[in-house]
């Protein structure tokens, strides 16, 4: 098929057409891939024109993308990433910017723009990202769409470049609900016998650091989830403050960016846009103390979330701190809404645990989205949620 892309959303060494089969749960359906992932035969450039020429053009395609054509789905292209996929805002300083459908003239998020833009704007049916520190879920909330970020380790990553291999996860967004659990049927395996969910908990000290324009958004939304489970349950989930948390993510992530790139960096000396490049330079400079400090922290975070959850708690909790910030917002101000919204994504992330954001509320007549995190394993609950609400 001949790709039409009027939103930027698709890398040029990318465009493909490959189906494997005509029949399987995702027969014909139509998904993108975010340039993250290897593609046999397909250069990966990780939003880098540097890695793009200092790497192979990949022989094998990572696991995720063949059990998806196995499937039965239909490849139609790579998507554009953020640089080295560490950024939340979408904007490459090498390939540009995807429109984002939702809400023309703002960013898309990132790193995964290209795939949210794709799904938002009805280029695929289904795409699929990567969520270290939120790349998924931000994107979905920004462009407002379904995203899920699943269990840490429960789907297979390798075959992806990594940024923080203790946070990568395979994600994936869609607009219909029922192709969004398809998507994860496939991708998750069985599924782990467990109670169903029961338990609704409002994290107020979250939708607190979201704000009141933000709450007052998701209120519809949050009555849709409270009606199905009845009386909800308020609680603090980082009673010391969701700075610290925030910190720690950083921190880690950092030790982990510079471990898998530190190499490669001082050797080809890439030429990094705005953000990432600053974010690299401070990562080749931490503190192991401070590193290891933030490793304790985060022990502490993953028990204080699963003794939050139990074995069938839903934690809801606003996706980001707001609706997208406009295209070519000043680098301290996206810096500055980056910090606040690392603050709601990094538990999950820490913890290892499913989220999905689901487009339940608009904010001056733009998409914000509403999350639900579950306890660890328990992805398939979030997809059967995200259908009913």
């Known amino acids: 098929m001949t790709l039409h892309d009027p939103l930027n959303a698709f890398v040029a060494h990318g465009q493909v057409d490959i189906q494997r089969r005509t029949d399987g749960p995702l027969a014909g359906r139509t998904f993108a891939l975010k340039d993250f992932f290897d593609l046999a035969g397909v250069p990966?450039?990780?939003?880098?024109?540097?890695?793009?020429?200092?790497?192979?053009?990949?022989?094998?395609?990572?696991?995720?993308?063949?059990?998806?054509?196995?499937?039965?789905?239909?490849?139609?292209?790579?998507?554009?990433?953020?640089?080295?996929?560490?950024?939340?805002?979408?904007?490459?300083?090498?390939?540009?910017?995807?429109?984002?459908?939702?809400?023309?003239?703002?960013?898309?998020?990132?790193?995964?723009?290209?795939?949210?833009?794709?799904v938002a704007g009805g280029l695929v049916e289904f795409a699929i990202g990567s969520d270290t520190g939120g790349s998924v879920r931000l994107p979905a909330s920004y462009c407002g769409v379904l995203g899920i970020r699943p269990t840490h380790g429960r789907i297979a990553i390798s075959g992806a470049v990594p940024l923080a291999p203790s946070y990568d996860s395979v994600g994936w967004f869609a607009r219909d609900p029922a192709l969004f659990a398809a998507v994860g049927a496939v991708l998750l395996g069985p599924a782990p016998e467990a109670p169903a969910p029961a338990?609704?908990?409002?994290?107020?000290?979250?939708?607190?650091?979201?704000?009141?324009?933000?709450?007052?958004?998701?209120?519809?939304?949050?009555?849709?989830?409270?009606?199905?489970?009845?009386?909800?349950?308020?609680?603090?989930?980082?009673?010391?403050?969701?700075?610290?948390?925030?910190?720690?993510?950083?921190?880690?992530?950092?030790?982990?960016?510079?471990?898998?790139?530190?190499?490669?960096?001082?050797?080809?000396k890439p030429e990094f846009g705005p953000g990432v490049r600053e974010r690299f330079a401070a990562a080749s400079r931490l503190d192991p103390e401070e590193v290891k400090a933030a490793l304790a922290l985060r022990a502490e975070i993953r028990?204080?979330?699963?003794?939050?959850?139990?074995?069938?708690?839903?934690?809801?909790?606003?996706?980001g701190p707001g609706i997208a910030p406009l295209r070519a917002t000043p680098e301290a101000e996206l810096d500055a809404f980056r910090a606040r919204a690392l603050e709601l994504l990094c538990p999950a992330g820490h913890a290892g645990l499913p989220q999905v954001s689901m487009p339940l509320g608009t904010l001056d007549g733009c998409p914000v989205g509403l999350s639900m995190i579950a306890p660890r394993g328990r992805d398939e609950a979030l997809l059967a949620l995200a259908q009913k609400v």
């Not at 063949?66 to 039965?72: C, K, P, S, Y």
């Not at 996929?85 to 998020?109: C, D, K, M, Q, V």
């Not at 028990?303 to 996706?319: E, F, Y």
Request: net charge negative.
């Open 303 to 319: 028990a204080r979330m699963d003794d939050l959850l139990g074995d069938d708690g839903l934690l809801v909790l606003p996706t």
């Open 44 to 118: 990966t450039a990780a939003g880098s024109p540097h890695w793009l020429a200092s790497h192979p053009v990949p022989t094998e395609s990572a696991p995720v993308v063949d059990l998806l054509l196995d499937a039965g789905a239909h490849l139609v292209g790579k998507t554009h990433t953020d640089e080295m996929a560490w950024s939340l805002n979408g904007e490459n300083h090498h390939y540009g910017t995807p429109i984002n459908p939702a809400a023309p003239g703002r960013i898309p998020g990132g790193s995964s723009s290209g795939s949210a833009a794709a």
């Open 199 to 268: 338990r609704v908990l409002i994290a107020d000290d979250m939708f607190a650091a979201a704000g009141p324009a933000v709450g007052a958004a998701l209120a519809d939304g949050l009555a849709r989830v409270r009606a199905l489970y009845g009386e909800a349950q308020h609680v603090t989930v980082a009673p010391g403050g969701l700075g610290p948390w925030r910190n720690a993510f950083r921190l880690i992530q950092s030790a982990e960016a510079w471990a898998a790139h530190g190499a490669w960096v001082e050797a080809v």
